[in-house]
Structures are given as structure tokens and as C-alpha cells.
């Protein structure tokens, strides 16, 4: 069972933030830093940079302080007999990169719904969410080390996958991070093993498969929603990554098991 004795999201401190607990909390304190910050580890006081997490079990020293002119995290109090967090295999008192801040972010957001509202199946969403944040966790601390352009290549992917249908091309992407187009093919390729414009077309064509099984939409319209100017480009891009033309995609919707194994 889990309880939750107080989340906080976006929590604003000015340079003179200190929080210091030698005994330690009675239960779990996760916090996820949003600005850097100075941490005690190991007997010394280190600085991190933005968008660490940190976990810390019962009665375990707590130190950390700003170290500049503002310091904002998200932070949980709880207490838990769950073996997914008593016997975590995250590191204890030690920062550590997160894969995907913004995602946790949200999660922490969600559990401040559940936690302030008394709803009928408050105790297990408020389990499903304090797994899927520690499944986030473990991911980012298991991944290898991010570079400060990471989260810049994040943000770029997910705009690219909410909106596929948008005029992406290289020098847009590029501008995007204000880089060069070949710097950002390099790094993309290399961060996410896929080049910045296979992102897109999969994107688009994913997006696709969704407008020809669920709207009454002609090829032709589909193509324009999903970015594409040419209609005989579209059904050549199509057909390359399903093996099926849209048309023929299209009719075969009435079989499920042959539509899904051509999904990207």
C-alpha cells in the first residue's frame, strides 16, 4: 500500500533555499529538480544539473540547496510496503539524470489529482501512477549518460510525433534547436537511432494508417492532413513502409490481424 503525505509540483525557492534534515524523513522523499542544485553525497556537497531525480528512504540524511538565483523541483513525501520501491534498485541519496522530465513532471501532476481527491479507486491509480514514475526512473537511471542536448532532441521528437502533419524538413528541425542541419542529423541519428526525417515519415505514415481505418476521408485528404503536398509521393511512402497502397490498406481495415502486422 502506498500513502501519500504531501506532492508538490513547480515548488519555487529563491538563492537562499536550504533543506536540511540530518535524520532523515520517517518515510520516502523523492524529489526532481528543475534548476541545479547542490547535493550532499558521499560526505561533500555537489552541485547537479536540471532534471535530476533524487530518492531518499526513512530516517536517511537530507541536504540540498540552490545554487543560483532560483530553485524550483517536484517533490513527494510517501510511505510505501510496495517491494517496487522498498526494493528498488535505484541508487539512494545519489542524483541521477532523468530520461524524460517532462513526463514525470506530468505524472506528479496526476498524483496531486489523485491525492487531494477522494475518488472511488483513489488507492490504485495512485499505485499505477507511483509504478509507472518508478518504471520512468529506473529507465533514465539504467540509460547511459544524456548530453545537455538531450532534452532539446526530446522536445524536438515529441513535436515532431504530436504533429506530423506540420511543414517539417531538415533546416526547420535544425532551427528548431538553433543548430546546423548537419550537426542535427548527426546527433538525432546517434540519440534516438533513427535519422530526424525517417522520424517524420514514420510519424506521418502512422498518423495515416489512423485517418484510413477511422474516417471517411479520401486518399487525397489524407495526404494533406499528414503533410504531404503530392498525392503520388504520399502513396509512394506508403507503400514502401506497408507494403500495401493506401486504397488497398484501406479495404483490407475489415482484417485486423493483416492491418496490424504492417504497422511501423
Known amino acids: 500500500m502506498n500513502i501519500i503525505h504531501y506532492v508538490e509540483t513547480d515548488a519555487t525557492h529563491d538563492s537562499n533555499f536550504v533543506f536540511d534534515i540530518p535524520q532523515g524523513h520517517q518515510c520516502w522523499l523523492l524529489v526532481i ?3 541545479p542544485a547542490q ?11 536540471s532534471h535530476c531525480a533524487i530518492l ?10 540552490a545554487c543560483d538565483d532560483l530553485y524550483v523541483n517536484d517533490w513527494l513525501r510517501f510511505s510505501s510496503d510496495e517491494s517496487y520501491v522498498s526494493k528498488t534498485s535505484l541508487p539512494l541519496g545519489i542524483p541521477f539524470a532523468l530520461d524524460d522530465p517532462d513526463y514525470c513532471s506530468r505524472l506528479f501532476e496526476l498524483l496531486i489529482v489523485e491525492h487531494n481527491f477522494n475518488r472511488d479507486y483513489k488507492e490504485s491509480s495512485i499505485d499505477c501512477l507511483l509504478r509507472t514514475l518508478f ?9 547511459e549518460g544524456f548530453k545537455a542536448q538531450y532534452y532539446n532532441l526530446l522536445r524536438l521528437r515529441k513535436a515532431i510525433q ?8 531538415v533546416s526547420k528541425m ?6 546546423s542541419p548537419g550537426y542535427l542529423q ?4 546517434k540519440t534516438f537511432g533513427i535519422s530526424c526525417m525517417e522520424d517524420v515519415i514514420n510519424s506521418r505514415i502512422r498518423l495515416a494508417k489512423e485517418y484510413l481505418l477511422h474516417n471517411t476521408l479520401s486518399v487525397a485528404e489524407v495526404s494533406f492532413q499528414c503533410g504531404y503536398h503530392n498525392v503520388e509521393h504520399f502513396c509512394r511512402q506508403f507503400k ?3 507494403g500495401l497502397s493506401p486504397r488497398k490498406f484501406q479495404m483490407n481495415s475489415d482484417e485486423p490481424e493483416a492491418v496490424q502486422d504492417e504497422r511501423p
Open 162 to 169: 504530436s504533429d506530423p502533419g506540420d511543414c517539417w524538413n
Open 135 to 143: 518504471n520512468k526512473l529506473l529507465e533514465s537511471y539504467f540509460h
Open 56 to 65: 531518499y528512504r526513512a530516517h536517511q540524511k537530507i541536504f540540498y540547496r
Open 240 to 242: 514502401q513502409i506497408t
Open 186 to 189: 548527426s546527433i538525432y541519428k
Open 39 to 49: 547535493f550532499w553525497v558521499d560526505g561533500v556537497l555537489k552541485e547537479y544539473p
Open 33 to 35: 529538480t528543475k534548476t
Open 174 to 179: 535544425a532551427q528548431f534547436l538553433q543548430i
